[in-house]
Nanobody
Framework: QVQLTESGGGLVQPGASLKLSCAAS????????MAWLRQAPGKEREFVAS????????NYADSVKGRFTISKDNTRNTVSLQMNGLRPDDTAVYYC?????????????????????WGQGTQVTVSS
């Protein structure tokens, strides 16, 4: 079956960096667009970043633009989220998600909430 497994979360101080990874199995990874979403306590899940099938086009939430970078490696079946300049309001559970796409240039928008597969999430806490 399909599995998405996130790793790399943790507790860091404001201004620090973290890299999240999501390993995918059980699917033809190159045919899927990928996204990172997050959910803070008491808040709805929100879009963070997304990438197209090939990994050469990306989209970011305004709140993370310039600080976070999403990357997709179709040879390793992984998608990563490099997070720099972390702030307390980045604290959340981060989820990776996958959606099948026939279009090579499609990138999920921030409004998309439905994906085919989800990971279990990894906690990121930014606190001094």
């Amino acid at each position: 079956q399909v599995q998405l497994t996130e790793s790399g979360g943790g507790l860091v101080q404001p201004g620090a960096s973290l890299k999240l990874s999501c390993a995918a199995s059980g699917l033809t990874f190159r045919n899927y667009v990928m996204a990172w979403l997050r959910q803070a306590p008491g808040k709805e899940r929100e879009f963070v970043a997304s990438v197209n099938r090939r990994g050469n086009m990306s989209n970011y939430a305004d709140s993370v633009k310039g600080r976070f970078t999403i990357s997709k490696d179709n040879t390793r079946n992984t998608v990563s989220l490099q997070m720099n300049g972390l702030r307390p309001d980045d604290t959340a559970v981060y989820y990776c998600a996958a959606a099948f796409s026939v279009r090579s240039n499609y990138i999920p928008s921030a409004e998309r909430v439905s994906y085919d597969y989800w990971g279990q999430g990894t906690q990121v806490t930014v606190s001094s």
